[in-house]
């Protein structure tokens, strides 16, 4: 630590202060329901799987990688800064991903989004069936692992669909703002749904959390 | 088909591709052994999932893509055979990868590797174990979908430990001639190991099928 701040002292490009001394680790983030609260759309063991294993491996993981950048940024070794690359992505994607996945979701829906979301639905995209089909056309061509999502396009006003691969954040990945995603990692919903990607696609729209979105 | 035929004579241009009117379609090859006999390691729900729905679906989509690959050939629309890679790639290497995978397994697997395989194992990796444990390791390492492979390089005439995302295959995609394949797709396991892919893994070898691998390596040129 000590070693950090005088690098910083004496280079001044990077802020070294607050990023090794004080920084806390990534937690995971509590469920805003019980496990079983999505059934009959995600069945209970796959929820807990989902976010006390999965989920919870991206956060450790996570902390792991930030650790070995805080000890690579100190000692000025810039070729493992870059080769950290992946894991950061990888872990600190997954962990963000996961993040606005629980709180899209909530149990037995919310019902049509209202208000400005709903204008702007229909004003980007004709409707709100229609919006729901593109993203659903879209999330279940992902090839492998990846994400869907309905993005905000802060530069041109607009919302977008798009998709991701792996564990690739939305926003440093395409620059736009997540709003709702559909996770389609086969453990997102292959105990229940098998290979039918798209019935699990189809139904999580039953569970989403439009006042989260808004 | 026919049409196809006389553009090419028209037009004067040398296509790459041979445009037979008898391609035939890529089948799903049947398995060697009943969906039940790689258990305890791989459950016969996955088996059947993995072959009867997951497999044959990239048959199907593979058959689907080439029929639009040889109309936009026949069409001269360049824009189009490339925008099909992505398709081609997927479902073909899909296919590519499960044949290889079904025939490298075997109930109960071969026991040890011998003969030019198990030598070149000892000379590349230093013994068999140490082999599983670097193709246990970055097999295991793979973010998201994709396979880990025991291959061959024909050139430097050495065995090698790669890994591939989604449904790479792994000669187009490294050169490396493929031995051993190990699909770390959570369909591949899910239902059975959970997220616990290590688990996996580690079984997994015990209903490799060596002779197999062994005449992939002799098919490839490796003594």
């Known amino acids: 630590m000590l070693a950090a ?8 490009r990077l802020p070294l202060t607050s990023f090794a001394a004080n920084r806390k680790k990534h937690t995971l983030p509590d469920l ?7 059934e009959p759309v ?6 807990q799987l989902h ?11 996570l902390n792991l990688a930030e650790e070995k950048l805080g000890d690579a940024v100190a000692k000025n070794d810039v070729s493992t800064v870059i080769g950290l690359h992946g894991a950061l992505k990888f ?19 919310s019902g049509d989004p209202s208000g400005e979301l709903a204008e ?3 004003r980007d995209f004709g409707s709100f069936q229609a919006m729901k089909d593109k993203l659903s056309a879209s999330t279940v061509a992902v090839q492998g692992s990846g994400w869907g999502w ?6 041109s006003g607009k919302l977008q669909i798009a998709t991701c691969a792996n564990q690739d954040p939305l926003e440093a990945t395409t620059g736009l703002v997540p709003l709702f995603g559909i996770d389609v990692w086969e453990h997102a919903y292959y105990l229940q749904y098998k290979n039918v990607r798209p ?6 729209f039953e569970i989403a959390n439009w006042n989260d979105v808004a």
Not at 32 to 38: C, E, K, R, T, V
Not at 91 to 109: A, E, K, R, V, Y
Not at 150 to 155: A, E, I
């Open 5 to 12: 701040k005088q690098i910083a002292l004496r280079s001044a």
């Open 32 to 38: 805003p329901y019980d496990y079983n609260a999505l």
């Open 42 to 47: 995600i069945s209970a063991e796959i929820m």
């Open 51 to 61: 976010h006390s294993k999965h989920h919870a491996t991206y956060v450790n993981n």
């Open 91 to 109: 872990n600190g994607g997954g962990h963000l991903n996961h993040s606005i996945f629980w709180q899209n979701l909530c149990p037995g829906g």
């Open 120 to 122: 702007l639905i229909t």
């Open 150 to 155: 309905l993005g905000y396009n802060k530069g």
């Open 199 to 204: 019935d699990y696609v189809k139904a999580i």
